[in-house]
């Protein structure tokens, strides 16, 4: 945005939900009157009613506390502390993604990240497998003994799904983007004209080679 001198924004439909969770976030945080509270969300109002004393608490030997800055049973939220944490959170994915979809993204960007995805997952599902059957199911590197059960380069399993998912995802839109499917896609309902077919394309070989890998 300073190269630029600009701030532009392109409608996007993420951008969007991820600005609604946030709102979402932070109406939860609102306090609101019991009669009000009770209303939208009974069962959260008679938690409160069953957990919270009739009377504030008084310190003893005339001790002075400070005022929270919600209410006690005055808000959506259960646990507003960690409600509040989460909403920072939704801001910074919200702002870096909107910046980064904005002022960096294109076609080209978005073509080079999917290839780096899928040479990168494509790679990190061949080293998972090699190590799957050639080493223990605690040990990463064939050296460092993990406290879960590993996969690939993850002491977690479970981390490596999360991973490859993104990978697979962006994936498939490469391969769709491949110039045989375009090439169907355009000679759809033309009889005079005989498309390339994904066997005849070295590039979407390879991005369905790299598929079946992460798969």
């Known amino acids: 945005m300073l190269l630029e001198g600009k701030v532009s924004w392109h409608p996007c439909p993420v951008a969007c939900r991820l600005a609604a969770l946030a709102v979402y976030a932070l109406w939860q945080l609102i306090p609101m009157s019991p009669h009000l509270l009770h209303q939208l969300a009974p069962a959260t109002a008679e938690m409160y009613e069953q957990l919270l004393p009739a009377h504030p608490e008084i310190l003893p030997f005339g001790e002075t506390r400070a005022n929270p800055p919600y209410p006690a049973g005055s808000c959506l939220s259960f646990y507003p502390g960690l409600t509040r944490y989460h909403l920072f959170q939704l801001l910074a994915v919200?702002?870096?993604?909107?910046?980064?979809?904005?002022?960096?993204?294109?076609?080209?960007?978005?073509?080079?990240?999917?290839?780096?995805?899928?040479?990168?997952?494509?790679?990190?599902?061949?080293?998972?497998?090699?190590?799957?059957?050639?080493?223990?199911?605690?040990?990463?590197?064939?050296?460092?003994?993990?406290?879960?059960?590993?996969?690939?380069?993850?002491?977690?399993?479970?981390?490596?799904?999360?991973?490859?998912?993104?990978?697979?995802?962006?994936?498939?839109?490469?391969?769709?983007?491949?110039?045989?499917?375009?090439?169907?896609?355009?000679?759809?309902?033309?009889?005079?004209?005989?498309?390339?077919?994904?066997?005849?394309?070295?590039?979407?070989?390879?991005?369905?080679?790299?598929?079946?890998?992460?798969?």
């Open 94 to 215: 919200f702002l870096l993604f909107a910046i980064a979809r904005n002022n960096l993204a294109s076609h080209g960007s978005l073509r080079r990240l999917s290839i780096a995805t899928l040479v990168n997952g494509s790679l990190l599902s061949l080293f998972a497998l090699v190590q799957f059957f050639a080493s223990s199911a605690h040990t990463v590197y064939w050296s460092w003994q993990a406290p879960g059960t590993v996969f690939g380069p993850f002491v977690y399993r479970n981390h490596f799904p999360f991973y490859t998912n993104l990978c697979i995802g962006l994936s498939l839109g490469l391969l769709l983007e491949c110039p045989s499917l375009i090439a169907e896609r355009n000679a759809s309902g033309r009889r005079d004209q005989t498309a390339t077919t994904l066997l005849h394309d070295p590039a979407a070989l390879w991005i369905i080679g790299g598929l079946a890998i992460m798969v």
